[in-house]
T-cell receptor, first 108, second 112 residues
Framework: LAKTTQPISMDSYEGQEVNITCSHN???????ITWYQQFPSQGPRFIIQ???TKVTNEVASLFIPADRKSSTLSLPRVSLSDTAVYYC?????????FGTGTRLQVFP | EAQVTQNPRYLITVTGKKLTVTCSQN?????MSWYRQDPGLGLRQIYY???????DKGDVPEGYKVSRKEKRNFPLILESPSPNQTSLYFC???????????FGPGTRLTVL
């Protein structure tokens, strides 16, 4: 199984938009793409989920191209409290595979 | 309050001593699953259950057992723990797709 890859880290400033991309070449045809936020010593927290095109909720947007081999989590106007690790999750065949995780640091 | 609970939160044990980590959810979710998180290896699925009495292996099931006798509970059993099972474990549940929506707070296990 190919790895589901993400950038290791990203830096941003408060108020900026942050886009985190996940590459998932072997995604299963019928599976969703899900994104999570994780703070130290806590369980992952569900952010957003989508199957294709664009999904938006009160905290984020998720962009998925037609081939579904990648996805982009968009966080509008980040704040210091958005400093965390972000993971994508996709299904590959009969397995669920988490991305490698992106550590987002937001500066004042 | 919707939640997934795990017990114990921290456990130090010795090689070969059977242990059980409990997981319970109060949302009547059908789908539950277990994960381990390790530095450099990330989050990996151990086992999942689509409903009562229905369980299946995830990515790293070796050395673990699970059971689903009731909808709300999904215990993780280590019959003979070994040091390579030292890890941070998370239980999760979801009402619909197999991608977990609610995670527990985690159980940090150390096997000496």
């Amino acid at each position: 199984l190919a790895k589901t890859t993400q950038p290791i880290s990203m830096d941003s400033y408060e108020g900026q938009e942050v886009n985190i991309t996940c590459s998932h070449n072997n995604i299963a045809t019928n599976d969703y793409i899900t994104w999570y936020q994780q703070f130290p010593s806590q369980g992952p927290r569900f952010i957003i989920q989508g199957y294709k095109t664009k999904v938006t909720n009160e905290v984020a947007s998720l962009f998925i191209p037609a081939d579904r081999k990648s996805s982009t989590l968009s966080l509008p106007r980040v704040s210091l409290s958005d400093t965390a690790v972000y993971y994508c999750l996709v299904g590959e065949a009969d397995k669920l595979i988490f991305g490698t995780g992106t550590r987002l640091q937001v500066f004042p | 309050e919707a939640q997934v609970t795990q017990n114990p939160r921290y456990l130090i044990t010795v090689t070969g001593k059977k242990l059980t980590v409990t997981c319970s959810q109060n949302m009547n979710h059908e789908y539950m699953s277990w994960y381990r998180q390790d530095p450099g290896l990330g989050l990996r699925q151990i086992y999942y259950s689509m409903n009562v009495e229905v369980t299946d292996k995830g990515d790293v099931p070796e050395g673990y057992k699970v059971s689903r006798k009731e909808k709300r509970n999904f215990p993780l059993i280590l019959e003979s723990p070994s040091p390579n099972q030292t890890s941070l474990y998370f239980c999760a549940s979801t009402p619909r797709s197999r991608s977990p929506e609610y995670f527990g707070p985690g159980t940090r296990l150390t096997v000496l």
